[in-house]
DNA sequence: TTACTTATACTAAGAATGAGCATTAAAATC
DNA sequence: GATTTTAATGCTCATTCTTAGTATAAGTAA
């Protein structure tokens, strides 16, 4: 059918990683260089394969265990934003979760809370009036002006579909296709004719924020069915801490009592006896992960128990 | 924090591909070689992206559209099964469904059932008495071979975790983890080691049996949140060729009922208007896929219609 | 002591799911 | 032509899962 591939000429091999820790409720992303760029790790070493080399050099840095690692996606494209057109790129890009961050307020490498690059996707307190107020309407102008008729319906299927109707409809899964939707119409500064007015939201160079939303979107939907988090979580932990980092990432607030009784139901933690009084209210019991629970079956019944903002 | 990456030496990028048809409830993976291995596409072409070089690659081959693409994985382990040692290969592979195949009988390419290489994965007609009767055996042996107490626990929970207790709890997405299992207990000819005994199922040069596992995979996970199997489909089908479909790719039985309740529940599908009378009993009405639910947000609920066998 | 937080128990309504009965409509067979 | 067989389709009922609360307990801060 076709003979085996030739070794391709001229290409360039690129790990990315998404590197992904939680701090005062926020989702942090590590940077560099001002916070335009993810790291990049090296791609041959000496260990067998991507993955336990890129823990490896991750631990490295930053003198703590990654305790969650995911392949993510794998870029080739030619015209791809940051190639130089001659030599063909592979990005292959990856999601790590870690517990600590490194020195706090360092620069380069720095963590940095992802909301700066998507702000509209912090829904925690309620629907972010970004979109209602500056985002739709953009869209909205960008799915007019399209072409023919046909065209422009289906613009205007992708904006109800990717952003909902700013308030009741939001799927918070849909990172990617919002941001790939934002740059074909031209409303961030990395789009190739990029709009005179983009939306708000810091951008980074080449494909960067494109691989950051893919991680984020990656992790949304993960949660639902795995109990990553843990891996973000300190070793004992209160059922509001659990709440609130579940909250950061899926950027939504959750109902209290019907938070605690999924995580009862699925059995994820235990109390470890132990009180916290951190906080001003009823002490609250802390509680351990149940290791074991990462081996058994998929849990969380793919819904979170979201709340309506007060 | 590390210098750009430098244009790595030797690395050989190689495209493949699971395409699935579907034909007499079978479903189909197109195969070389006979049988031994799936497709290899071209990677330097003049195509902008990836996929879309993948996309005219196969439709030129087969002649009939490739209704859908989505990567799958990348691997580029250095001591990856089928690699030579020196030269580092980077497989991307993708997953494809198309609606035809290409002539029948035909050898290299053939198409060929996916269960011909994992027997044990079809539950059309009740639990597959291949797990029961050969492969819970021949893993609790090598599970209890595990070097101490905490290695032999932990082979014997994941055992139970992949392949449940080979009747009332199976999980039909888990193909992938029950494919390295057996090739970490040597059971499967591909293993380093393996057994003079090895569990049915054909196997499949390098690696590409697993990479035919990661794509069973991802459909039977994907088909419960976005209605890819119509691209299996003829453009009008009844409501039980539907469920037949389904029903091959997850490898169980559902309810018939409420297979067309959830069909119905979420718009899928609308009538034509006229009937088939194609088999003996009533003549069922035909319908044709709604293209626009296509763009709708999820579908499915996470939950098919299982049905008991009988 | 009072006001305020936070934790935790419990409940009622509604939606989704699992399982099956009953009926209809055609072809095949006697 | 009546009867059997096969499938399609309509409908119900119980159970579980979700949603959206109310109520109460147990601490701290003023």
């Known amino acids: ?36 760029l993810l790291p990049s790790g090296p791609f041959a070493t000496e260990h067998p394969t991507l993955q336990s080399g890129l823990r490896a050099w991750v631990e490295r840095q930053t003198n703590h265990p ?24 592979v990005s292959i890009s990856y999601l790590g979760l870690t517990r600590e961050r490194l020195s706090a307020g360092a620069r380069d490498p720095e963590w940095r809370s992802w909301y700066r690059y998507f702000p509209w996707e912090d829904w925690r307190a309620g629907p ?25 319906r289906e613009r205007q299927q992708r904006v109800e579909v990717s952003f909902g109707d700013g308030a009741e409809t939001w799927n918070e899964d849909l990172v990617l296709q919002r941001y790939e939707l934002l740059y074909e119409a031209g409303l961030v500064p990395e789009a190739k004719q990029p709009a005179a007015d983009p939306v708000p939201g810091m951008p980074m160079r080449h494909d960067h924020r494109r691989i950051l939303a893919t991680g984020i979107a990656r992790l949304r939907a993960k949660i639902k069915y795995r109990p990553v988090f843990f891996e ?79």
């Open 128 to 152: 972010s009036p970004l979109i209602a107020q500056t985002i739709l309407p953009k869209l909205t102008t960008w799915a007019e002006a399209g072409g023919d008729a046909t065209s422009r």
């Open 66 to 89: 990654l305790g969650y690692v995911e392949q993510l996606y794998t870029f080739a494209d030619r015209n791809r934003p940051g190639s130089d057109g001659c030599q063909r790129v």
């Open 1 to 36: 059918m076709t003979p085996p591939p030739a070794p391709s000429d001229a290409v360039a091999i690129e790990l990315n990683a998404v590197l992904v820790a939680l701090t005062a409720n926020q989702p942090l992303v590590l940077t560099l260089e001002d916070g335009t």
């Open 232 to 310: 973000l979580m300190p070793p004992e932990f209160t059922l509001l801490q659990l709440q609130r980092t579940v909250e950061a990432l899926a950027g939504r607030p959750m109902h209290k009592q019907n938070f605690r009784r999924l995580i009862d139901a699925h059995g994820l933690v235990e109390p470890t006896g132990a009180s916290s009084a951190e906080a001003r209210g009823r002490p609250a019991k802390l509680f351990r992960f149940r290791r074991e629970v990462v081996l058994e079956r998929a849990v969380l019944g793919s819904k979170l128990p979201l709340s309506r903002p007060i």
